[in-house]
């Protein structure tokens, strides 16, 4: 998982919900459920993109980004 460090990126914990702040791209974190739980031992259930970003109209806004590819059907194949 190369040099990744879980213990240089910020987070926050709030009962079973732990939010990750990062400055990397969601693109960039591949495999982010296994590496968290190789480092901590704690079991990742979900993932979810939390990613605030700047409109056309330059209004703040959070979007979120579900794993996956939501769309396709049970037995379909990514693509």
């Known amino acids: 998982m190369g040099n990744w460090n879980p213990g240089v990126i910020r987070s926050q ?3 079973y ?3 990750l702040e990062h400055n ?3 693109v960039e974190e591949d495999h982010l ?3 968290w ?3 901590t031992s704690k079991v990742v259930d979900e993932i979810i ?3 605030k970003i700047t409109t056309v109209t330059n209004r703040p806004t959070l979007t979120i980004h579900p794993v996956g590819v939501p ?3 049970e037995g ?3 693509p």
Do not use: S, W
Request: neutral net charge; charged residues 35%.
């Open 24 to 26: 990397k791209g969601i």
């Open 76 to 78: 379909d194949v990514p």
């Open 37 to 39: 739980e190789e480092a």
């Open 49 to 51: 993109f939390l990613n």
């Open 71 to 73: 769309h396709l059907k």
């Open 13 to 15: 914990l709030n009962g």
């Open 33 to 35: 459920d296994n590496r």
């Open 17 to 19: 919900v732990r939010l």
